[in-house]
């Protein structure tokens, strides 16, 4: 079990690195890049997701969702110390 919840973890931290990627790449107007980030994005989440409510009972899916989640908040945390952009501070 407590491998599921850090494989939860770092892949809601990956999961967001894309979100945040994909975001800026729609700001910049890359449509391709953006789409592409957001294809993976979405596949990561239902996937995980799928896999929550397939393998675990009732009671330790809350506990993997709220890691799953708490790995989302660490990739937000992370994305926002990465700079994205040459020259800027």
């Known amino acids: 079990m407590s491998a599921y ?3 939860y973890f770092f892949v809601g931290v990956l999961q967001d690195l894309f979100w945040t990627y ?3 790449y729609v700001a910049n107007e890359k449509p391709v ?4 980030f957001s ?5 990561v989440s239902m996937g995980v ?3 929550i409510l397939t393998r ?3 009671e330790r899916s809350w506990l993997a969702i709220l890691v799953y989640s708490l ?8 994305a ?5 952009t040459k020259g800027k501070k």
């Open 49 to 51: 997701f799928y896999d």
């Open 56 to 58: 675990l009972d009732s």
């Open 80 to 84: 926002m110390k990465l700079k994205f």
């Open 71 to 78: 790995g989302i908040a660490v990739g937000t945390f992370a």
């Open 33 to 36: 890049l953006a789409s592409t």
């Open 5 to 7: 919840l850090l494989l």
């Open 22 to 24: 994909n975001v800026k």
């Open 39 to 43: 294809f993976f994005t979405s596949v």
